[in-house]
């Protein structure tokens, strides 16, 4: 009886460094994007789709999901071409799952990154983004602690090779805090101020028109020109603003605004609640002078998928498909892809 | 018209002053001892001031007496500590968060005689160096830090 015991633990141990060996390999070769589900495969990563179903159905479909998102991944990580975007998260930075998630279905892959990593290791990705959110509680000023952290050093250095990097909100504060757009002289520019808006003061939070100014950067190369989308905002300083006047001149000469607020025509109407902060000639993102760097203040990585915006009643299917805001994300792929083949060629 | 500029401190940690200490220390600004960080109001009022003093210290919206210390001072009285404080208001019309809070005052706290209302931040530096250059110094670090030149405007409250 003992020795039956004894066999049968052993099989047990084989079957269960089975599981650690596969799991491992997996793991290896899936996205790096942690997110719940993969964490929920990684728990059962050898069960069957059988054996899941006596499991409540919600954990089902969640686990089924999630072993089919990693072996597509792994397939893709197998071609070797998976574009790897690096969302920086800082202390209360909120929407970096969100980022990555729209990162992950443009077709690239995405790590959230710490603030603190190993900096050599950063150095490794073809993009990046930093979420919206509100680093550093916003103290003093939103955005400007993170704006003097080496991390941002970094990631200068890096924009400055002709890498992408995505501010949005909190991020695109962080960018503009250190002088990153539009950064044709080597001091700040531009600002992003309080909030003017006549019915609340503070954090504002709403649906708005967006405008293509600029469809030639990075991040806008697959939109038409003039394309209007819809994206939400919500921010309290989110006024773009320059105390000096050649600066305006500036980023209207050399077409660095990105995104303007406009009505549902595309109709730009400097007013309340078309124009959701006073920003002035109506800026919702400006480009740097290179194109490779957008700061942005709506949140494209909340309009990524049809179901998400509002008045959308369709079948959960359609509900699935692309959305304006993921252009942004498809944009940046193409903008890497091109890179790559440039590089390659040269 | 009696004016009065009210300070308001924590008496708790304040987060954001450390965290301003701890990122201009990152910056390589080493010569700074102490960074404190008080809440600027300077009020026009008619009536009394000490009736005014005592009404306005009371008002949740400005003061939570659980965490907050509050001190009063008429307009250039000196501070006897002889640290360098530097002022960070809003430039004119570029928000409206202090015509709203204004408008609170008056319409919710029952502050009916407030004329005219400044608000900013205060920031109290002990600075180590030679008198001669803690000036320079701290227009310095609020260049870099804690103003933005862009729609805001700094001002060093020299009062000994």
């Known amino acids: 009886m003992a020795k039956q015991n004894k066999n049968k633990n052993k099989k047990s141990q084989a079957k269960n460094k089975g599981h650690e060996k596969k799991s491992h390999a997996q793991a290896k070769h899936s996205s790096s994007f942690k997110s719940a589900q993969s964490g929920a495969s990684s728990k059962q990563p050898s069960h069957t789709k059988k054996q899941l179903l006596q499991n409540s159905p919600m954990k089902q479909k969640e686990v089924i999901k999630a072993q089919d998102n990693i072996k597509n991944n792994i397939k893709n990580n197998l071609k070797g071409s998976r574009i790897r975007i690096a969302v920086i998260w800082f202390p209360g930075t909120n929407c970096e799952e969100e980022t990555a998630r729209v990162v992950e279905a443009a077709g690239m892959s995405a790590e959230i990154i710490r603030w603190n990593s190993d900096t050599a290791r950063l150095r490794d990705f073809d993009g990046y983004v930093l979420p919206g959110g509100w680093s550093y509680e916003d103290r003093i000023r939103a955005g400007v602690i993170v704006a003097k952290d080496p991390v941002l050093d970094v990631i200068k250095n890096e924009a400055d090779k002709g890498k992408p990097v995505l501010g949005i909100c909190n991020g695109a504060q962080i960018l503009v805090e250190k002088g990153m757009v539009p950064a044709t002289k080597p001091d700040n520019e531009i600002a992003l101020a309080p909030n003017v808006n006549p019915l609340v003061s503070g954090y504002y939070c709403s649906w708005v028109y967006l405008k293509v100014e600029n469809n030639k950067g990075a991040f806008t190369s697959l939109f038409k020109p003039n394309e209007v989308m819809l994206v939400p905002v919500a921010h309290g300083e989110g006024r773009f603003m320059t105390s000096d006047s050649e600066v305006k001149e500036k980023l209207r000469r050399e077409n660095l605004v990105a995104f303007k607020y406009c009505d549902e025509n595309g109709k730009i109407l400097e007013k309340y609640p078309y124009n959701p902060n006073g920003s002035f000639a109506n800026i919702a993102a400006v480009y740097n002078a290179k194109g490779n760097v957008l700061a942005i203040m709506p949140h494209p990585e909340r309009a990524a998928w049809k179901k998400q915006i509002p008045g959308f009643y369709g079948t959960s299917k359609e509900g699935d498909s692309s959305s304006a805001g993921r252009k942004i994300f498809e944009s940046m792929k193409f903008y890497i892809e091109k890179m790559k083949k440039e590089a390659k060629n040269a | 018209m009696p004016e009065v500029e009210m300070f308001v401190s924590l008496v ?149």
């Open chain 2, 12 to 160: 708790i940690p304040d987060n954001t002053a450390i965290t301003a200490s701890n990122t201009l220390k990152r910056m390589g600004s080493t010569k700074i001892l102490n960074l404190k960080r008080e809440i600027y109001y300077k009020f026009n009022f008619n009536g009394d001031t000490k009736v005014f003093e005592n009404k306005i210290s009371k008002v949740d919206l400005l003061v939570n007496h659980n965490k907050h210390k509050v001190e009063f001072k008429k307009p250039n009285e000196p501070f006897p500590d002889g640290r360098i404080r530097i002022l960070v208001t809003d430039t004119e019309n570029s928000s409206n968060s202090s015509s709203s809070l204004l408008s609170s005052l008056k319409n919710s706290a029952g502050m009916k005689n407030i004329k005219k209302m400044e608000t900013g931040t205060l920031w109290i530096l002990a600075i180590d160096d030679k008198p001669e250059n803690v000036m320079p110094y701290a227009w310095d670090i609020a260049r870099k830090l804690l103003y933005n030149k862009h729609y805001q405007k700094a001002e060093i409250l020299a009062r000994r």
